[in-house]
T-cell receptor, first 112, second 114 residues
Framework: EDQVTQSPEALRLQEGESSSLNCSYTVSGLRGLFWYRQDPGKGPEFLFTLYSAGEEKEKERLKATLTKKESFLHITAPKPEDSATYLCAVQAGGGNTGKLIFGQGTTLQVKP | GAGVSQSPSNKVTEKGKDVELRCDPISGHTALYWYRQSLGQGLEFLIYFQGNSAPDKSGLPSDRFSAERTGGSVSTLTIQRTQQEDSAVYLC????????????FGSGTRLTVV
């Protein structure tokens, strides 16, 4: 069964304190791994797509990496505005669907 | 439109009533998805549309749930005889391509069944 597990569930950082969020996945034929950011009361906002092991993508203070079993979202020198829930999702191969399987998310709080 | 629009943003209904939730995707996006997010839960897939057809309805939790899409655009998710466990945020998303393409989500409809 395709599955996505994120850790930790919650993370508190001081402003400027770098850290990483983990997304472990089990999927039959990975077509893509997606990272989203979700603010309270809003829908998820797309951050990155990774397609193959070894791939990395960066945007401002965020960097996403991918291996064959997990992905990391590295946050460098975070600011309070980075506080949000970060969601990881995978799209499996096979079938005629673009369905994403989401993890439970990591809620990040960055204190000034 | 510029983004995915959902209405209403909030809906409170009595147990046993029917509700309709609407999604207006980004113009030109042929793929449309409905997800449900319950308190403390991850996003749960409900149904996928390609054009007006639904190749994957595997996530609909019961036959009280149905959805349709017309004109390759607007979609409506209908929940009949609502139950308290239906309370959740219902999110709609659209994408330009099916495989490997990222979704753009709407802000969701928060449904509360009392």
């Amino acid at each position: 069964e395709d599955q996505v597990t994120q850790s930790p569930e919650a993370l508190r950082l001081q402003e400027g304190e770098s850290s990483s969020l983990n997304c472990s996945y089990t999927v039959s034929g990975l077509r893509g791994l997606f990272w989203y950011r979700q603010d309270p009361g809003k829908g998820p906002e797309f951050l990155f797509t990774l397609y193959s092991a070894g791939e990395e993508k960066e945007k401002e203070r965020l960097k996403a990496t991918l291996t064959k079993k997990e992905s990391f979202l590295h946050i460098t020198a975070p600011k309070p505005e980075d506080s949000a829930t970060y969601l990881c999702a995978v799209q499996a191969g096979g079938g005629n669907t673009g369905k994403l399987i989401f993890g439970q998310g990591t809620t990040l709080q960055v204190k000034p | 439109g510029a983004g995915v629009s959902q209405s209403p943003s909030n809906k409170v209904t009595e147990k046993g009533k029917d509700v309709e939730l609407r999604c207006d995707p980004i113009s030109g996006h042929t793929a449309l998805y409905w997800y449900r997010q319950s308190l403390g839960q991850g996003l749960e897939f409900l149904i996928y549309f390609q054009g007006n057809s639904a190749p994957d309805k595997s996530g609909l939790p019961s036959d009280r749930f149905s959805a349709e899409r017309t004109g390759g655009s607007v979609s409506t998710l209908t929940i009949q005889r609502t139950q308290q466990e239906d309370s959740a945020v219902y999110l709609c998303a659209s994408s330009l391509v099916v495989q490997g393409g990222y979704y753009t989500f709407g802000s969701g409809t928060r449904l509360t069944v009392v």
